[in-house]
T-cell receptor, first 109, second 115 residues
Framework: SQQGEEDPQALSIQEGENATMNCSYK?????LQWYRQNSGRGLVHLIL?????REKHSGRLRVTLDTSKKSSSLLITASRAADTASYFC?????????FGTGTQLKVEL | NAGVTQTPKFQVLKTGQSMTLQCAQD?????MSWYRQDPGMGLRLIHY???????DQGEVPNGYNVSRSTTEDFPLRLLSAAPSQTSVYFC??????????????FGPGTRLTVL
């Protein structure tokens, strides 16, 4: 069964706009990770946020975590066409990760 | 470093055939895993290994075998292929360190079709 569920399933925006996608999970976590998958490729790690952190930044990425609501959000600011991809949240103990179903982001010129 | 490599990239099998998907990593990672990705279902863990000689089942292990004779290699065997095993298969690896981030590195995937 999936631990994480992303919302929305699909998102289409214009270049330069911000993109926000959400992840909800079911059980307690030590950390939550976000990955990106370009079409036909493997997943690439973007950012990890620990359970004792509320917000984390990496370049144009901003991740928040609300453990009381068992949810996380990924914000991509000033989106570019190259950000077009699927985005997955992942949770788990140690190295054994459980992935959500993903959000498909399309950034149009 | 080549990272995580997978072969083949594409494969078509007939029902009942067997085959092995290869995965290798050159980062000296202790942890290796196999996922399958199906439309609308995200990635599901098939098998994983925390070191040479140690393997364990994930969420969907039926119909698959693994072994880990070396740190570098983690092959996935389909014993008797079924159409339900049509999927994209990803191998991933990571370090195991106390308190460290367990970022996983993924291979490019193998697209398998079972007729």
């Amino acid at each position: 069964s999936q631990q994480g569920e992303e919302d929305p399933q699909a998102l289409s925006i214009q270049e330069g706009e911000n993109a926000t996608m959400n992840c909800s999970y079911k059980t307690s976590i030590n950390n939550l990770q976000w990955y990106r998958q370009n079409s036909g490729r493997g997943l690439v790690h973007l950012i990890l946020i620990r359970s004792n952190e509320r917000e984390k930044h990496s370049g144009r990425l901003r991740v928040t975590l609300d453990t009381s609501k068992k949810s996380s959000s990924l914000l991509i600011t000033a989106s570019r066409a190259a950000d077009t991809a699927s985005y997955f949240c992942a949770t788990g103990g140690g190295n054994k990760l459980t992935f959500g179903t993903g959000t498909q982001l399309k950034v149009e010129l | 470093n080549a990272g995580v490599t997978q072969t083949p990239k594409f494969q078509v099998l007939k029902t009942g055939q067997s085959m092995t998907l290869q995965c290798a990593q050159d980062m000296n990672h202790e942890y290796m895993s196999w996922y399958r990705q199906d439309p609308g279902m995200g990635l599901r863990l098939i098998h994983y290994s925390v070191g040479a000689g140690i393997t364990d089942q994930g969420e969907v292990p039926n119909g698959y075998n693994v072994s880990r004779s070396t740190t570098e290699d983690f092959p996935l065997r389909l014993l008797s292929a079924a159409p339900s095993q049509t999927s994209v298969y990803f191998c991933a690896s990571s370090y195991i360190r106390q308190g460290a981030r367990n970022e996983q590195f993924f291979g490019p995937g193998t697209r398998l079709t079972v007729l």
